[in-house]
């Protein structure tokens, strides 16, 4: 037996100390209250009197004394965090070598599958974890799943290997790679759900289990097509178990848009395309029940409509009339023209003014068209330069599909905007294009020519340039990212927040920014002051397939049994000593009352 | 405590008189009978004149049937000799039996004084602590109270030792009452059957309590001997207390089976039952009162 709390000499020293003070304690009388009474006389009389006692009065004090001394040993040895040294593959424990030791487990959501025993795939591994774990006591141990890479360890210290297995829960298939310990024998622990290149020395414990199940295994939302629609939305529902009643809801909003009850065979699938209406609420949530399901991440799937609710633009400007075509073309904005004398910042998402521009920056996310000269701007008085032609466009989402060549300008301010970046010059250096976007600030776009100095308003570039200044300005950049696990994100993104609103850690790794999105559900991403929403699924017929596994016969695995997860012994002893406790104020109470 | 008692209490209690079973020469004339013949009233026997008897007494009526001289002779009647000994000892302190022997002690004063007997009041815990001067007639009684009044319990009990004490001074024949509460270690046997052997109308009064007769807690106890301050701890389980309780009723009925053989009269006063019911009905009930 291993200590994990302290070393053996001082675990044992404690449990001997602890059982010498509880019996001292249990020896030393506390003085009882005194009673005046007027006489001994009788006292003396009855107990010299040869009262026939019973066994249990005979014996009770001395069971009464064992039962404190085990309660103590049993606290101490709790307090000093025991640890089976097993070591006896033929006993029935793993086998594991000395030295180091990884045990790797598979973060797969399949591994969320119940058994038939009753716990599910991941349990079982957990539990099959801990049996390594133990049977490694005294090298040392680290825990690693697929998603996470190593989380705890190498160390010798088994309470912290448990408390790491405590705090573990599958987050999606994969992460950041195989996780490595130099030197380490490697354990891993999987259903074989997912495919996987593994090193022939890797340890396999399988906890696979044939299960029958029923999943969503694909659920999409893409933006209309015709323009009438705000989408569209693809789903799929397989059933991996046998002929069953497979019940499909699909809810927008509060609403259900969709109610089936599918007869599915074997294998079969049920595939649907449902045609998102324009307005109403963005989020869309489908559910599955039915009878034959071992795994229930995989019953529900989530999806987000981007262009469910229209863009509202407020065109402020003396003369803004040229605009209209413009936007009279484009699905899905609406659009509100403004006097500078009427406009009052109201709930649009995006400003436009067009040659005019408030006294301060507006709160607002906002495109300012050649603006006038404004303290804020930097406007150097008067300087104009002719006839500017526009150098090699630099890749920027506001310049996505805009052909500069089509622009013809006769004359363009020169701005010194100092909250501002130049994005696209002219020959001579100066700035056509000005953006901004500052952290914790709106989005802004400068641009330096209006209609009456260019040819703004006919040119064929200009719908694309307000399109993708529009998107720019009040969309944050599209996510690409639909499963959960280990994600990257725009360079753009400084926040995303989970399904339930909680902040998800992003990371900078090798440049990109990185989170680990852990379950499946809406999450939300904001740039700038541009919010919005993606949604997350597990969506896997690899997942959903509980019949199948990659675990081969060409890499042969340890079947895991069914089983009680082995708790660290110290819980065990506090339940312990919780019942000795009991039998102790029974003990107490059969004295006062016997 | 004070240890008057209201006037009408009084009142009862001069109905009633000490009743002794047997007869005893007093000192005075009084009411009681005693086995003297001499100037009473009441016609006790003849006998044959002798020179020098007064001519007064001889019986005329018979000599003329007769024609003998023979003298009439009448009981003489005087006062009761009674001893009152009361327990002082600790095992008494508790406030409630000790003011219940006090008051009880107070009454039977008052009853043999209003009768005109001679009444003795003896105190004793390890042996005679207190004795006052026999008298007789109410006017003593106030005297009495402040007596008992002034009592204070302590000392172990040996009542053997105290009837010896008692037996060693010279005192008439009489009517001797014990108030105690007998928790002698000694054992109270030898000192009544010392007071029985003088020739003693002995009454045993067991004033008890409840504190007496129930061990008054349960669990790890620390027991306090009030006479000798000994100590001993105990673990009082239901059963042991009952245990307790079954000793003090067997000591009782032994003590009240004792009295019975050596024919000591024996009355129980509990102090929970009221005051004047063991006065006016237990004690009548025990033939100690009429």
């Known amino acids: 037996m291993t200590f994990g709390a302290m070393a053996a000499w001082q675990a ?107 716990e599910t795939r991941w349990e079982r591994a957990v539990a099959e974890a801990r049996r390594v774990a133990a049977a490694a006591s005294g090298s040392d141990v680290a ?18 290997i448990d408390a790491a297995l405590d705090r573990l829960e599958p987050g999606g298939g994969t992460g950041s790679g195989w996780p490595r310990l130099s030197g380490a024998e490697v354990h891993f622990l999987t259903d074989g759900a997912l495919a996987r290149a593994l090193d022939p020395s890797v340890i396999v414990h399988s906890v696979y289990e044939s299960a029958a199940n029923a999943g969503i295994t694909a659920f999409a939302v893409r933006p209309g097509l015709d323009g009438t629609a705000a989408g569209e939305a693809y789903l799929e529902v397989a059933n991996f178990g046998p002929s069953q009643q497979v019940r499909v809801t699909v809810a927008r909003g509060g609403t259900a848009v969709l109610e089936r009850h599918a007869d599915l065979g ?52 003396a003369q803004p009339g040229w605009l209209g075509p413009i936007f009279s073309a484009t699905p899905g904005v609406r659009v509100n023209f403004a006097r500078p004398a009427d406009y009052h910042a109201g709930d649009e998402d995006v400003v436009i003014f067009d040659r005019w521009a408030p006294s301060t920056s507006p709160a607002k996310p906002a ?106 300005l009040a969309r944050p950049p599209a996510v690409d990212v639909h499963r959960t696990g280990r994600a990257s994100f725009d360079a753009a993104i400084t926040r995303v927040t989970g399904p339930r609103g909680a902040a998800v850690p992003l990371l ?77 104020w029974w003990t107490w109470l059969r004295r006062i009352t016997v | 405590m004070p ?32 086995p003297k013949r001499g100037r009473g ?22 000599y003329r049937r007769l024609n003998r001289l023979l003298l009439r002779l009448f009981d003489e009647e005087q006062d009761l000799p009674i001893y009152l000994i009361l327990d002082v000892s600790a095992s008494m302190a508790e406030p409630e039996k000790f003011d219940l022997a006090r008051r009880l002690a107070a009454a039977l004063c ?42 204070e319990a302590g000392g172990p009990t040996d009542l053997r030792a105290s009837c010896k004490e008692f037996a060693s001074r010279p005192r008439q024949i009489g009517l001797t009452v014990i108030i105690s509460d007998f928790l002698d270690k000694g054992g109270a046997d030898v000192g009544l059957k010392i007071l029985r052997t003088l020739g003693h109308d002995v009454f045993a009064v067991h004033v008890t309590s409840h504190a007496d007769r129930d061990p008054g807690a349960l669990g790890d106890v620390r027991f306090m001997d009030a006479e000798t301050g000994e100590l001993r701890d105990l673990e009082v389980t239901p059963r042991l207390a009952e245990a307790y309780g079954h000793a003090w009723e067997a000591h009782a009925e032994e003590l009240a089976r004792f009295c019975g053989r050596y024919g000591i009269g024996y009355v129980r006063a509990d102090a929970e039952r009221p005051f004047e019911e063991i006065v006016l009905k237990a004690f009548r009930q025990g033939r100690f009162l009429a």
Do not use: C
């Open chain 1, 12 to 118: 044992w020293l404690l449990v001997l100390g602890a059982a010498a003070a509880a019996g001292g304690l249990f020896l030393l009388k506390v003085r009882p209250p005194r009673v005046v009474v007027p006489s001994l006389l009788l006292w003396t009389r009855v107990l010299d009197e040869s009262r026939e006692r019973t066994l249990w009065e005979r014996i009770r004090r001395a069971v009464s004394f064992a039962i404190t001394v085990a309660l103590a040993i049993a606290l101490a040895i709790a307090l000093a965090r025991p640890a089976r040294t097993l070591r006896s593959p033929a006993g029935g424990g793993p086998a594991v070598a000395r030295g180091r030791v990884l045990i790797v487990l598979d973060s797969a959501w399949s591994m969320l599958a119940r058994t038939r025993s009753g």
């Open chain 1, 143 to 160: 825990v690693a799943t697929t998603v996470d890479g190593v989380i705890e360890g190498p160390t010798s210290d088994l309470t912290s």
């Open chain 1, 266 to 317: 074997p294998g079969e699938a049920l595939r649907e395309v449902l045609s998102l209406a324009r307005g109403g609420a963005q989020d869309l949530r489908v559910r599955i029940d039915a009878p034959h399901d071992a795994l229930a991440a995989d019953n529900e799937a989530f999806g987000w409509i981007q262009d469910a609710r229209a863009l509202t633009v407020a065109v402020v400007g």
């Open chain 1, 367 to 472: 495109l300012y068209i050649a603006p006038p000269a404004a303290a804020w701007l930097g406007q150097d008085s008067d300087r104009i330069e002719s006839r500017p032609q526009w150098t090699a466009m630099p890749a920027h989402p506001l310049l996505a599909g805009v052909d500069p060549l089509t622009f013809s300008i006769d004359r363009a301010h020169v701005y010194a905007p100092p909250q501002l970046t130049p994005l696209a010059r002219s020959a001579a250096g100066t700035p056509l294009i000005w953006i901004g976007d500052m952290t914790g600030r709106p989005r802004t776009v400068v641009l330096a020519f209006g209609p009456g100095d260019s040819n703004l308003a006919s040119a064929p570039a200009f719908p694309v340039l307000i399109g993708d200044a529009l998107d720019w």
């Open chain 1, 508 to 584: 900078y790794l090798s440049g990109q920014r990185v989170a680990v999105l852990r379950a499946p559900g809406l999450y939300g991403e904001e740039a700038g002051d541009a919010r919005a929403s993606f949604a997350v699924n597990i969506t896997d017929p690899d997942v959903s397939n509980l019949a199948r596994t990659t675990i081969s016969a060409s890499h042969p695995a340890v079947a895991v049994s069914a089983g009680m997860s082995p708790r660290a012994w110290w819980v065990y002893l506090v339940f312990l000593a919780f019942g000795i406790a009991l039998l102790e």
């Open chain 2, 3 to 34: 240890l008057r008692f209201q006037d009408d209490f009084l009142k009862k209690l001069e109905y009633l008189h000490v009743v002794s079973r047997r007869e005893f020469a007093g000192q005075n004339r009084a009411d009681r009978r005693t």
């Open chain 2, 41 to 62: 009233i009441e016609f006790a026997d003849h006998r044959p004149y002798t020179p020098g008897d007064d001519f007064r007494h001889v019986d005329w009526k018979a």
């Open chain 2, 110 to 151: 008052y009853i043999g004084l209003a009768h005109l007997d001679r009444l003795t009041l003896l105190t004793f815990s390890r042996g005679l602590a207190h004795e006052s001067s026999p008298g007789r007639g109410k006017g003593r009684i106030f005297r009495v109270f402040d007596l008992l009044e002034r009592m």
